[in-house]
Every structure is written in C-alpha cells, then in structure tokens.
C-alpha cells in the first residue's frame, strides 16, 4: 500500500509540474488525500474516476445576488420575487442564493410554541456573512458583493455591499458590462449509497490580477416549502422557499487559490468531498444545486460565478 501511495504521490506531482509549464490539459488533481473516500465506493484516489476538462469559451460575467432573509420578514417575499425577475431578465447571467441570516437575528428564529414557523433555515456561513456584510435589516441583498449603498458606516469590510432590491435591477446591469477576469468549470459525481458528493473545479485566469482570491462552494435547494409571514398579519403555509443556501462545501470563506498575484492564463483546480444530510427529504439530489464563485477576499468582490444543478 506504501508504494501504490508513493507511485500516486509522484504521478500526483510530475502532472502538477507539467501543468505548471503549460503541456498537459488535465492534471491529476493535488489534493486526493483531503478527499473522504468512505463517501464513495473506492478505497482511494486510484480507482476514481477523474474528470476530464475541456476549454472554457464562456466570454461573459455572471452576477450572483445573495438576498438576506427569514421566514419571518414580511417584506422578504417582494424581494424574493424581484431577484427572480432580473435573473428572468437576464438569461443564464445571474445566480441567486437566498441567505435567512441578519445580524441582528431577528427574522430567521423559529418561534417557540408554534407549530407553524419550526424550520430553521440559518447557517454558521450565513450567519457570519450577516454579521460581516453588517446585515442588521431584511431584505438586503449584494450584487457580486459590489456598488451596495448599505450599511452607511462599515466596519468591517472596506466599502458597503449591501443594497435594497429596488436598486439590485440597476446594479445588476452595470456588473454585466464589465470584462470577465475569471472562469469556472465545475464537475462532479454523487454515490448515493455513501451519501457521498465529489466536487471538482476548474478556475481559469483571463486576466492577470493582484490580490488574495478564494473559492467558494455553496450547496443549496432549490425549493423548501414552508411556512412564510406574509404582509397585512397574513401567513402562507405553503410558501416555496427558493434557492435556500443550506451549507458550503468548502467552508464559510473557502479555500485560497491566489496569494498575492495571478498571471494570465494561470488555471486552478480544487476538489472536495461532501456528506450530503440524509435525514431530511429536501436534500433530495434532485433538489440540490451548487453556486460556485471566486471572490476577492480583501475586498469580498465576486469576480464569477456558475450554478451546477445536480441530478
């Protein structure tokens, strides 16, 4: 077992170094071992099934609108409707993740003694997102986290990212201009048996940028119904709660992938294994997408982002 380590470590590094000069399209990937392979039918790297990465023609930028909200926020619904309208609008250019999260939490908290409002969408990540975007009001939103008009005075990020979704439409325009730094692939295969999710990334520089940037992976549904207050003291039993950011495959900030500067041209490739949950029939594969985004992580800027449906 040593020397069929040995012999993948070496296969793992002479193909890292051969991409590093640009001969070869299709690397093993680096980072086998932080893979759990008891999520999969494998004993190891060996046996799995790589993938494949072909060229990446896509020319334009993606717009990722992450909403603030709670199933408790009267006003949250309209806001809801209104992203889905610009991502109507805008064919295959704009992501949503809906984040029940605040600062403050006051709109995401099951309501004691209440049979009603018992589902607790809240995440650590969002939880943290909320408190360092200073999300203290639902519904906020971020446009790749830029041109926000919200919180007035920062503290903890250089410049607001948060905005109202009357402004979202018109920010969402001026990001769609703007040239594409960064794409992403994205691949990945499922073990039903194991519960078992592996990710694979792809994120090609275009341009050469200086800076630190990391890689995200959310995992969402794409539909939870449950109950959601609605205006005027009204309730919606059966509300479709919409692109519901329900973990993240990598951690709340993901992983580095620059340090400093990148050149253009520089591609980067990351792997991940996930437990999906079991317990619960809404992380039903067919109900599970992936938003996957590369973000400055000084200034939080999303430089790109895709959505992979799962299947």
């Known amino acids: 077992m040593k020397q069929i380590n040995l012999i993948v470590g070496l296969i793992v590094f002479v193909s890292w170094s051969l991409h590093s000069c640009d001969k070869i399209e299709n690397p093993i990937p680096a980072t086998v071992g932080d893979l759990d392979w008891s999520l999969s039918p494998f004993e190891d790297s060996a046996s799995y099934t790589w993938p494949t990465w072909t060229a990446n023609l896509n020319t334009d930028k993606n717009v990722l609108i992450e909403y603030f909200t709670g199933h408790t926020c009267v006003a949250c619904p309209a806001a809801a409707v209104e992203a889905k309208n610009i991502k109507t609008a805008n064919p295959g250019r704009v992501i949503i993740t809906s984040i029940h999260a605040n600062a403050l939490n006051t709109w995401q908290l099951p309501i004691p003694g209440d049979s009603a409002f018992t589902t607790d969408f809240r995440t650590d990540a969002g939880n943290e997102y909320a408190t360092t975007f200073e999300c203290d009001l639902n519904p906020l939103g971020t446009t790749n986290r830029r041109l926000g008009a919200y919180p007035t005075t920062t503290q903890n990020i250089p410049e607001p990212v948060l905005d109202q979704s009357t402004s979202w439409a018109t920010n969402t325009a001026v990001l769609l ?123 939080y800027e999303v430089l790109q982002s895709v959505i992979t449906h799962l299947q």
């Open 177 to 299: 201009g703007e040239d594409l730094d960064v794409n992403i692939q994205v691949q990945y295969n499922y073990f039903e048996n194991e519960n078992g999710l592996f990710v694979h990334t792809e994120s090609d520089f275009i341009n050469s940028k200086t800076g630190n940037y990391n890689i995200v992976i959310y995992l969402v549904r794409d539909t939870v119904i449950a109950p959601q207050k609605l205006p005027g003291g009204q309730e919606d039993e059966e509300y479709h709660h919409q692109n519901v950011l329900s973990a993240n495959i990598n951690g709340t900030w993901g992983e580095e992938i620059v340090s400093a500067s990148v050149a253009s041209g520089q591609k980067f490739y990351n792997n991940y294994s996930f437990e999906v949950p079991s317990n619960d029939v809404t992380y039903n594969i067919d109900n599970l997408s992936l938003i996957t985004y590369v973000f400055n992580r000084e200034t």
